[in-house]
């Protein structure tokens, strides 16, 4: 059950980084602030898809209010 929860929070928080919902974001990190680091299929972090669609604001956030360490998708 845990596990479900996580996958799901997980893919709320790649969904919010593409539509740039920061306030939805904020709320996952809430939840469980270790999804910043865990990666999609493609091996993209939340970081990594805000770059990808534009949302440098939010990514700026995650690096500096929430301490996101930003890596190359492997």
Do not use: V
């Not at 059950?1 to 929070?9: F, G, Q, R, V």
């Not at 919010?16 to 999804?35: F, T």
């Not at 493609?42 to 898809?49: D, F, G, L, V, Y």
């Amino acid at each position: 059950y845990k596990y479900y929860m996580e996958e799901e929070l997980l893919d709320d928080l790649f969904q919010s980084c593409r539509i740039g919902d920061i306030e939805k974001i904020k709320e996952i990190y809430q939840k469980n602030p270790k999804l910043l680091k865990k990666r999609n299929e493609n091996n993209k972090t939340a970081m990594n898809i805000c770059l990808s669609y534009g949302k440098k604001e939010i990514f700026n956030i995650l690096k500096n209010e929430y301490n996101g360490e930003y890596e190359e998708p492997k």
